[in-house]
């Protein structure tokens, strides 16, 4: 299979814990997007990687949240001191180019906070 | 940054029939497409389709660039064809130019 892939596709943790989502994309994307989707909306866009470097992160990336992406490989978005409001689908997704060219997502890390 | 207004929110039909849903944009756009969420939550690409018309079997899809529109046709739906489909946009314009913005969502359920 060579889709994004993301581990783990669910996690449940108790309030106040770390989580760590790792994204493999498809081997020749230089680009690698995390997105997340609450209940009822529309993912929206958190952080984008080109190759290693991380070039954008949203207003909705509190100072909890990290991404890392070494060697341009694969990613990991990690998640300090959990809240409930952190429940949400966490989505990765792949390009390749320079432009703006067609993503691809993987199935999501669906995150539970109790 | 671009919005995306999907239309309708929701939509029931009976099998075979056909649909139409409609996707509008805020500004000029480098990528547009359509995806089609599972029940487990992945995003499915449908089309990338920034621009003119294509086809996949009973599905279809057109984009009128000038006009920030899209439109994806479902003809002869299937039960399977339920579900969320996405629209989203990518801005032509500006520093953000890489990312999307997606739409709410169409909810479609198909009735046997």
């Known amino acids: 299979d060579t889709g994004v892939s993301q581990d783990p596709r669910h996690k449940i943790t108790k309030r106040g814990q770390n989580v760590t989502f790792r994204c493999d994309p498809i081997?020749?994307?230089?680009?690698l997007y995390w997105y997340r989707q609450t209940l009822g909306q529309g993912p929206e866009f958190l952080t984008y990687f080109q190759n290693e470097a991380q070039l954008e992160k949203s207003r909705l990336l509190s100072d909890r949240f990290s991404a890392e992406r070494p060697k341009g490989s694969f990613s990991t978005l990690e998640i300090q001191r959990t809240e409930q409001g952190d429940s949400a689908m966490y989505l990765c997704?792949?390009?390749?180019?320079?432009?703006?060219?067609?993503?691809?997502f993987g199935q999501g890390t669906r995150l539970t906070v109790v | 940054g671009i919005q995306v207004e999907q239309s309708p929110p929701d939509l029931i039909l009976q099998e075979g029939a056909n649909s139409t849903l409609r996707c509008n944009f805020s500004d000029s756009v480098n990528n547009l497409q359509w995806f089609h969420q599972n029940p487990w939550g992945q995003l499915i690409n449908l089309f990338y389709?920034?621009?003119g018309t294509k086809q996949n079997g009973r599905l279809s899809a057109t984009t009128v660039a000038t006009e920030r529109y899209s439109l994806l046709y479902i003809s002869s739906s299937q039960t399977t064809d339920s579900g969320v489909y996405f629209c989203?946009?990518?801005?032509?314009?500006?520093?953000?130019?890489?990312?999307?913005?997606f739409g709410k969502g169409t909810l479609l359920t198909v009735n046997p």
């Open positions: 989203a946009a990518g801005p032509n314009s500006g520093g953000s130019n890489y990312k999307l913005t």
């Open positions: 081997s020749e994307h230089n680009r």
């Open positions: 997704a792949s390009s390749r180019g320079q432009w703006n060219t067609e993503a691809f």
């Open positions: 389709i920034p621009s």
